[in-house]
Structure formats: structure tokens, C-alpha cells
């Protein structure tokens, strides 16, 4: 009996120190955004963040930059979501519905395309994008980022669509609807929880994304907020309030749908590849 | 149970399931529609992907065998060069070091991140309730992190005087004074900092997804084991791996895929330097290409490092075609 209450208590341990370990950066990160300027550069660290400022947060959003980055982050983010999804809810029809030659090749097409380097597609994106005069704009950025997300949209949601029983489109059929007023009034409604969760996806990629933007964008007015960030760091070492801060400004909407679609990120990522 | 898992309602990963899924709404089952309506809904995201994929994939290729420098770059013309940027790519005196470290540095990352990703899937399963919420909570926190974030958040851990970490390893008395150690000074130092910081951001995946997988695993199978007297490194032998060989494949696989890719975590702390000791090939491509502007050679390694992972993750291609089958 006492070897299993040992094994708990190191049990627990174990996971308190995991816990701690990984909660750490992230508690730092709060309490360096939240702290007056001058303690972060005290002898000794302080630990908490008393007494709270926001004066980092106001520091971040003030530099030249932030709100263009914000405007051209969304409307990238935005532009990619809605190419992504409306694109990959037909093709996800087409897969989940239908058999067709040249069908099984597709999704595995879909598959193999996720283990591409993303570096290395971007000298050609960068080298078309130049010859199209398309650097430097909104609109040749989003179209790169299509291509980061748009294969695994169409996979997610694929699986959506497949999890509508099939029976209430053909009982609307029978009642005389044609293929488009099935899609529109009976697959689009049912598959919105899908949709949502494969925009949420969408979007973290593509408010995350650094390297298409950090190459493709040369003036300060066009960087995305990831690229503007770390221009931050590199331009002036020494204001780590605001960057920490700037940093949990830009974190906040990806841990937030993060947290709403975590579930189903797993499920997407692992379904497919797994043959149980 | 291969699509199936997908479903919203199903459960966390259903990944390492026994393959009971019923095959509801299998896409093949209606073969009876006009041939044309799925080509017509597949056309929009097939003609953008062939666009920004197709299309990139070749054209890196072409490049790879073009003297495509800064001069191509105004006049859009490039010379044939035929293997000329192999040639230069498997003469470079960088090669061997640069193979030699992204192997190492992958494997480090993926060894790392599937053993503690394992043993967190294990602990959460004994865990009480209570203790396991919060783990869960810190892996899905550090998940959460976008990687630009963690990335920046990680220069301030590690910035050389105000730093926490370097406080910390002090007070700890066991390295000496730290407080002044630049961390990107050493390829050795610079490299495990970034690997730090990626096993951070990756363990998570990994060990909610093999949780996933470990509760699943029918409880009779231990109750056996243990009467048959197995202790618990022998019932995590003969019950838990074989059970989970799925799961634990696909995400070694995955792993090892990211991890050969990192790149935003080492260019952001590292710059792959000092004197490209921390330079993997993703990086040695990104430099040669737009740090050097040679963009022909930087393809070519790029095409090199892409058939690499490709000849690596071989098998996992197979099971994907494979897997396919069941589509």
C-alpha cells in the first residue's frame, strides 16, 4: 500500500512540475505585459506584476505600425477565410458525395502537399509574385496564403460534410429540389458548425503566418502584425514592455478560437492519415 | 476507421480506434449522379491549386536548373545552367554540416517531444481529475501560443541581462553567474535554445493526441497483464505500445515533418548564425536564396531537402496512399 502512495505523490509531482514548466513562459509573458517599464529591468526579476500598468499595451499600439499591421493582417486573414472556405465547401461536396475517377487521387493529393517546406515554396511564390508586380499588395499575400490553407480546409471539412446523413438530401430530391437548392438549403445549414470550425482554422494559419509576409511585404504600410512585431525586436532591443506586450495583443484572438475549436483541430489533423 | 474520425460528434481523436466506425455516409456509395456536377464543384479549388501549388512546385524545379541570380531578378531572364547549382550545392564545403546538423537537430526535437509527449499521455491517464484539468490546461495554453508570439516571448526569456532564465539557472548555483550569457554566442547554446523552445510548442499536439489514444485502450487489457503479474513498465510493453502503434506512428511522422521545418523559431533567435552554426537546410535555402540572391541555388536545395523529407517520410506516404484506399 505505501508503494502506491509513494508512486502517487511522485505521480503528482511529476505533473505539478510539467505544469509548472509549461505554464512558465506564458506566465512571464503576462506579467512582463502588465508591469511598469522599469521593472523589467530590475537586478532581480520581479515575479508579479504589481503595481499593474497598461502602459506597455499603449506603448505597443502608439508605434508606427500597429494599426496599419492590424488592418492588413485582417484583411488578409479575412481574404484567405472566405477564398479558403467557400472554395473548399464545393470541393468538399464534390468529395464527400460523389464517386468520381481521379477522386482518390485528389485527397491524397491534399495529404502529400501538408509535408511540402513552406520555405521552399516560397522562392517561386516570391519570384511569380515579383514577375506579376503582385509584392508588396495585400492581394499577392493572401493568394500565397491560399495555398498553406486551402489543402487541409478542404480535408476538415470533407469530414463535415460526410458526418451529414445522406438520407435528408436524397428525401429532398424526391421532393423535387435540384442539386443547387439542396446544397444551399439543406448541406450548407447542417455543415456550419464545420464551416465554423474550418474558418477558425483558416484564420490561425493565416494570422499566424510570418515568412510569406516578412518576404513579400517591403514597406512598413504593408506589414502584417507577426512582421511588424518582430521588426520591433530588431529595431529596438531594448523595449521588451512593448514587444510583450504587442505579442499578447496579437495572441489574444488565436488563444481564444483556439481554446473553441481545440477539439476538432485533433480529430482533423489525425483523421485521414490514421487507419485504425 | 478511416474518415470517420472526422465527424464532430465523434470522439477526441478516435485515431487509435478498433475500427468499428460504421461507414455512414461513405462519399463512394452514390455513383449514379451526372458526371459533371462534381468535376463542376471541384474546378474553383483545383484550378487555385494547381495556381498556387501546381504551378510553385515546378517553377521551383525549373529554377533549380536556371542561373536565376540578382540580375534574373530585373530582367526576368535566366540562363540554363543545367546541374550547375547541384554541382555547387553537393561541392559546398556547408553541405556535410548542414545534413549532418538538421538530422541531429531533428531528431533531437522529435525524440524529446515524443518521450515527454508519452509521458504526459500517461500521467493524465493515472492523474485524478483535478491534477489532469490542469495539465490540460497548460498543454492546451502552450499549444495555443502562435509561434510568432513564442518566438519573441522566447528572446526576452533568454535576453542576456534582464532575462529570467539566466536568473534562474544562477540562483540555482549550479552553472556559475549566467546573468551576463548571451545565448545565440554558440551554435551549441543557440541551437538548444530554439530546441527548447520547439519541444515547448510541440509536446502538446503530441500528448493530447496520445492521451486520446491511451484512453481508449480497453482497461480488461491491463486487468490481464497484471494477473499474468506484468508490472506497469511491462504492461506500458505489451498493452499500451502495440495498442497505440497507430497514433504513435503518425505522430512521430508529423514530428518529424515539423521539426525537419522549422524555421520561423531558428531565424527569429538565431538568424541561423553565429557563422551559420545554427543554420538547418530550410534555413541554408531561405539564405541562399534571399540573403545571397542566388535563387537558382537556393532552389536546388530546397528541391534537395523536399526529396529528402520525401525518401524519409517514404513510409508514411505508403500508409497514406494506402489509407486512401479507404476513402
Known amino acids: ?219 512598413q504600410s504593408k506589414y502584417t502584425l507577426p512582421v511588424w512585431l518582430a521588426s520591433f525586436s530588431t529595431a529596438q532591443g531594448n523595449d521588451y514592455g512593448g514587444l510583450i506586450a504587442g505579442s499578447v495583443l496579437f495572441a489574444v484572438p488565436v488563444v481564444v478560437f483556439f481554446m473553441v475549436i481545440q477539439r476538432r483541430l485533433v480529430e482533423g489533423m489525425t483523421a485521414g492519415a490514421v487507419k485504425g | 476507421m478511416s474518415h470517420t474520425t472526422l465527424k464532430p460528434a465523434a470522439a477526441p481523436t478516435g485515431a487509435a480506434a478498433s475500427g468499428e466506425g460504421p461507414r455512414s455516409a461513405s462519399g463512394a456509395r452514390r455513383g449514379r449522379q451526372p458526371r459533371a456536377i462534381p468535376y463542376t464543384l471541384l474546378a474553383p479549388a483545383a484550378v487555385v491549386l494547381a495556381v498556387v501549388v501546381g504551378y510553385p512546385l515546378v517553377r521551383l524545379v525549373l529554377i533549380s536548373f536556371h542561373d536565376y541570380g540578382l540580375r534574373s531578378l530585373f530582367t526576368g531572364v535566366s540562363p540554363w545552367a543545367g546541374f550547375a547549382n547541384y554541382t555547387a550545392v553537393f561541392h559546398s564545403a556547408d553541405l556535410v554540416p548542414m545534413l549532418v546538423r538538421t538530422a541531429l537537430f531533428c531528431l533531437a526535437l522529435a525524440a524529446a517531444t515524443l518521450v515527454i509527449g508519452m509521458s504526459c499521455a500517461l500521467m493524465m491517464k493515472s492523474l485524478g481529475k483535478r491534477m489532469r484539468s490542469l495539465m490540460v490546461f497548460s498543454l492546451i495554453t ?124 531558428i531565424w527569429l533567435l538565431t538568424a541561423g548564425g553565429p557563422h551559420g552554426g545554427t543554420s538547418t537546410l530550410v534555413v541554408w535555402a531561405f539564405t541562399k536564396a534571399f540573403a545571397s540572391q542566388s535563387y537558382g541555388q537556393g532552389a536546388a536545395i530546397a528541391v534537395l531537402s523536399t526529396a529528402l523529407l520525401t525518401v524519409m517520410m517514404w513510409y508514411y506516404v505508403r500508409r497514406m496512399v494506402h489509407a486512401g484506399e479507404g476513402l
Not at chain 2, 510493453?237 to 521539426?259: G, H, N, Q
Request: neutral net charge.
Open chain 2, 142 to 265: 502552450a499549444w495555443a501560443m502562435p509561434n510568432i508570439a513564442a518566438t519573441l516571448l522566447w528572446t526576452w526569456l533568454f535576453q542576456p541581462t534582464y532575462g529570467v532564465v539566466n536568473w534562474l539557472l544562477t540562483q540555482t548555483h549550479l552553472f556559475g553567474d549566467l546573468r551576463q550569457h548571451d545565448w545565440t554566442a554558440s551554435a551549441v547554446s543557440g541551437l538548444f535554445m530554439v530546441w527548447l523552445l520547439v519541444v515547448w510548442q510541440s509536446v502538446p499536439f503530441v500528448a493530447v493526441t496520445l492521451y486520446a489514444g491511451v484512453s481508449q485502450v480497453p482497461a480488461e487489457y491491463y486487468e490481464a497483464a497484471e494477473l499474468d503479474g506484468a508490472g506497469y513498465f511491462r504492461r506500458f510493453r505489451v498493452v499500451t505500445v502495440p495498442f497505440l502503434r497507430p497514433v504513435l506512428l503518425l505522430v512521430a511522422m508529423m514530428s518529424v515533418i515539423w521539426d525537419f521545418n522549422v524555421f520561423n523559431q
Open chain 1, 1 to 219: 500500500m505505501k508503494a502506491v502512495r509513494v508512486g502517487r505523490v511522485g505521480l503528482n509531482a511529476g505533473a505539478a512540475v510539467f505544469c509548472l514548466v509549461w505554464l512558465f513562459p506564458v506566465y512571464w509573458m503576462v506579467n512582463s505585459a502588465f508591469k511598469p517599464s522599469g521593472d523589467l529591468t530590475t537586478e532581480t526579476p520581479r515575479f508579479l506584476p504589481f503595481p499593474l500598468t497598461l502602459a506597455s499595451f499603449g506603448d505597443a499600439i502608439e508605434r508606427p505600425g500597429f494599426i496599419s499591421g492590424l488592418y492588413n493582417s485582417l484583411i488578409v486573414t479575412g481574404g484567405v477565410v472566405l477564398l479558403s472556405i467557400g472554395l473548399a465547401f464545393l470541393a468538399a461536396v464534390a468529395l464527400a458525395r460523389f464517386s468520381f475517377p481521379g477522386r482518390r487521387g485528389f485527397l491524397i493529393g491534399m495529404l502529400v502537399v501538408q509535408m511540402i517546406p513552406g520555405p521552399a515554396m516560397l522562392i517561386p511564390m516570391f519570384l511569380s509574385l515579383k514577375s506579376l508586380n503582385l509584392l508588396n499588395t495585400l492581394i499577392g499575400l493572401t493568394v500565397t496564403q491560399v495555398a498553406g490553407v486551402l489543402p487541409l480546409s478542404i480535408w476538415i471539412l470533407r469530414g463535415f460534410v460526410q458526418g451529414i446523413p445522406v438520407e435528408l438530401e436524397e428525401a429532398a430530391m424526391v421532393d423535387g429540389a435540384t442539386r443547387g437548392q439542396v446544397m444551399r438549403r439543406i448541406l450548407l445549414p447542417l455543415t456550419l458548425p464545420g464551416l465554423i470550425a474550418t474558418s477558425v482554422f483558416a484564420f490561425i494559419a493565416a494570422w499566424n503566418d510570418y515568412i510569406y509576409a516578412y518576404v513579400t511585404m517591403k514597406d
